[in-house]
């Protein structure tokens, strides 16, 4: 969905470095995502926002951050990467109104860690 | 706690012949239930949604779902597959209490000319 950006799409890094993936959204959503794919395993959450001042974890945030900077931007942190958080990255996004609110996602950022 | 399961990991057919991706789910209440396609090199893309209502619910790209309370099952058609049909397709639900979406592992389709 082009409304929903995301940077890098690929990044090939080293175990130990600090890396940050960002989200951009243009949908006016207040809740924000982060997601990782791995084959055969579905996506997992990591982190949710419900807006800028709301940061929760999810099912697996060890090893990662995040920083919501606006309603629009989101970023996930890796503060020190390691080889099996190589991944595919995901963000999404969805509006709180109505019923059976729908998830938009981003493109994807492949992650390798060597 | 709520989960999804897709039984088939692959699904082979041939273009102009029926698709059917399969989809159960566990969720306590009565779930909202979504199904996303991921094709190459690209995010997933929202396909259709159950909340309420009609147990057959229409979608993008001619797909459509039914929904079997009975079953706990959420099964993905289309009448008559294309080539282009050819991706991942995730299978998800939602306790509506909840704000979690989980997802199933995925079933890769591929369609054949």
């Known amino acids: 969905d082009a409304d929903v950006t995301q940077t890098p799409r690929n990044r090939i890094t080293k175990t130990g470095k600090r890396i940050m993936l960002e989200c951009s959204q243009t949908?006016?959503?207040?809740?924000m995502y982060w997601y990782r794919q791995d084959p055969g395993l579905g996506l997992q959450l990591i982190y949710y926002?419900?807006?800028?001042?709301?940061?929760n974890k999810g099912e697996i945030s060890d090893g990662y951050s995040v920083s919501r900077q606006a309603q629009a931007k989101f970023s996930l942190s890796l503060e020190s990467a390691i080889p099996n958080q190589t991944a595919l990255y995901f963000c999404a996004t969805s509006d709180a109104t109505g019923m059976g609110e729908t998830q938009y996602f981003g493109p994807g950022t492949r992650l390798l860690v060597l | 706690a709520q989960s999804v399961a897709q039984p088939e990991d692959q699904v082979n057919v041939a273009e102009g012949n029926p698709l059917t991706v399969k989809c159960t789910y566990s969720v306590s209440g009565n779930p909202y239930l979504f199904w996303y396609v991921q094709y190459p090199n690209r995010g997933l893309q929202f396909l259709l949604k159950?909340?309420?209502?009609?147990?057959l619910v229409k979608g993008s790209y001619g797909f459509e779902a039914e929904f079997n309370k009975s079953q706990t099952s959420f099964h993905l058609k289309k009448p008559s597959a294309l080539v282009s049909d050819s991706a991942l397709y995730f299978c998800?639900?939602?306790?509506?209490?909840?704000?979690?979406?989980?997802f199933g592992a995925g079933t890769t389709v591929t369609v054949r000319a």
């Open positions: 926002s419900f807006d800028v001042k709301d940061i």
């Open positions: 998800a639900v939602r306790d509506p209490s909840d704000y979690k979406l989980s």
């Open positions: 949908k006016g959503h207040d809740r």
């Open positions: 159950y909340i309420t209502g009609d147990n």
